[in-house]
């Protein structure tokens, strides 16, 4: 097995891990609250599965070394956007995703069975007939081909697509377009999260306020100090995220500001929410005296490589796992601290399934290279990243997105990004009612931001 590197949105989460194992908490409980934010578009069974591993799959990752937070000797669980339950597990506070990506690190770097590189870039899949046959990297210029019986993209978003997001620069949809480039079905890929909470500043990748603030207790207000969810959805400021993001957006572009107010707080902030502290301390703000101001970012992307419940795709010997990869876990909008359960899930599910695979056929045509192609420059990049911010961000509307195709259309011979932007938009253009975290100003029922079901 060879693992690449990679700096994936999810590695860096700073929520936690969904598990109903609370007090008055179950399964089914978890399962309603993920049907919820993903609007019934879910594939009911994959939901039932993810949740009922769910405690399994804390109880590996601490065999793993990850040192979950306590309280009073028992798991302390906290409670996120459109959760009905405290079932949210943490390492670290706010630290989760970097505490369990150093701790599957170790865990590689001293398994046998594992080589490791770094520093290189995939920029092909290799075929022969219609099976995915091994990459071709590039590390520095120098470019190798290396078989493989089976091909995992394991590579993250897209949001650093978009002229802001959460997301790292390397979430930017390689791996969804290397699918894309050898033949691989896609779905769902107008469904882009939008995080309600981050730290607004001018620049392309913001520093995320983990939404686990908002379940401590912190508030939502205009520039007014007035509450901008009340009365909006029966979770106010823990409404999903599609609900949130669309209300944050609006007030912004209303008011100028919107501002996230934690002060007061009964928080140990050290301890409960050190990243949020350091990021905000090191652009001179002190949440525990003054309120944060937050805008709407890219976050997480629910569409993606289309795969079944193991993680195959529709090409034999290319699977897809995590957030490039669409089973229907989802729906039309991620519930909060799923993802990192996904990722644990899924990945243990296809490890197992590759483990003792043997479905691999000789295949006696030539090699064929299927690579993605030239990248947009900086300039490029940045128009394509302002466009889909404004024709394809919260809230969309057909005039809009067709304003934004046109944009598109010169760099669509210059870059892949580009190629990959516009299937987004044709998917968001084609599908004309509102749902989940897509959201049409321009049909019936889009009268109102906010609108949502109430859980």
């Known amino acids: 097995r060879m693992a690449r590197g990679t700096d994936s949105a999810s590695v860096l989460a700073q929520g936690g891990i969904a598990a109903a194992i609370g007090p008055g908490d179950s399964i089914e409980s978890h399962v309603a609250d993920t049907l919820v934010a993903g609007c019934g578009l879910n594939d009911v069974s994959r939901v039932r599965m993810l949740a009922a591993a769910a405690p399994a799959a804390i109880e590996w990752l601490q065999e793993q070394g990850v040192a979950f937070d306590h309280a009073e000797g028992t798991l302390k669980l906290g409670r996120e956007g459109g959760h009905r339950f405290a079932r949210i597990v943490h390492a670290g506070g706010d630290a989760s995703g ?66 802001h997001t959460t997301n790292p620069g390397g979430a930017d949809g390689s791996g969804l377009a290397l699918a894309m480039a050898a033949g691989a079905e896609v779905r769902d890929l107008e469904f882009v999260q939008f995080h309600p909470t981050a730290l607004d500043l001018d620049r392309h990748s913001l520093p995320l306020i983990t939404e686990a603030l908002r379940g401590a207790g912190a508030r939502l207000l205009d520039p007014n100090r007035k509450p901008i969810m009340e009365g909006l959805h029966a979770l106010t400021d823990l409404a999903p995220r599609d609900v949130v993001a669309r209300r944050v957006w609006q007030v912004r572009k209303q008011q100028g500001a919107v501002l996230l107010d934690a002060r007061g707080l009964d928080i140990d902030w050290p301890q409960a929410f050190p990243t949020v502290l350091a990021a905000c301390l090191r652009h001179g703000l002190d949440p525990r ?30 699977y897809a796992v995590g957030e490039v990869a669409c089973n229907g876990l989802h729906g039309a909008n991620r519930l909060a601290s799923n993802s990192l359960l996904e990722c644990v899930v899924a990945g243990r599910v296809l490890g197992a399934h590759l483990a003792n695979c043997t479905d691999a056929e000789a295949v006696e045509s030539a090699q064929r290279t299927m690579a993605t192609g030239a990248s947009l420059d900086a300039d490029e990049l940045d128009l394509l990243r302002d466009t889909l911010w404004r024709t394809a961000g919260p809230l969309r509307c057909g005039a809009g997105l067709a304003e934004g195709l046109r944009t598109l259309e010169p760099l669509l011979a210059r870059g892949w990004q580009a190629r990959l932007a516009r299937q987004l938009m044709l998917a968001a253009r084609q599908r004309t009612h509102s749902l989940g975290a897509h959201w049409r100003e321009d049909c019936e029922d889009a009268a109102t931001p906010a609108a949502s079901i109430a859980a």
């Open 98 to 163: 970097a505490r369990i990506s150093a701790a599957l690190s170790a865990a590689v770097a001293v398994a046998a069975h594992v080589e490791w590189r770094s520093g290189v870039d995939v920029d092909a899949l290799l075929m022969q007939g219609n099976r995915v046959s091994g990459v071709r990297i590039n590390a520095g210029g120098h470019a190798e081909s290396i078989p493989a019986s089976a091909v995992v993209l394991a590579t993250g978003g897209i949001g650093a697509l978009f002229a």
């Open 289 to 318: 005296r003054k309120a944060i101001p937050v805008t709407a970012a890219a976050h997480f992307h629910m569409g993606g490589v289309h795969t079944d419940a193991v993680g195959r795709s529709s090409l034999a010997g290319l």
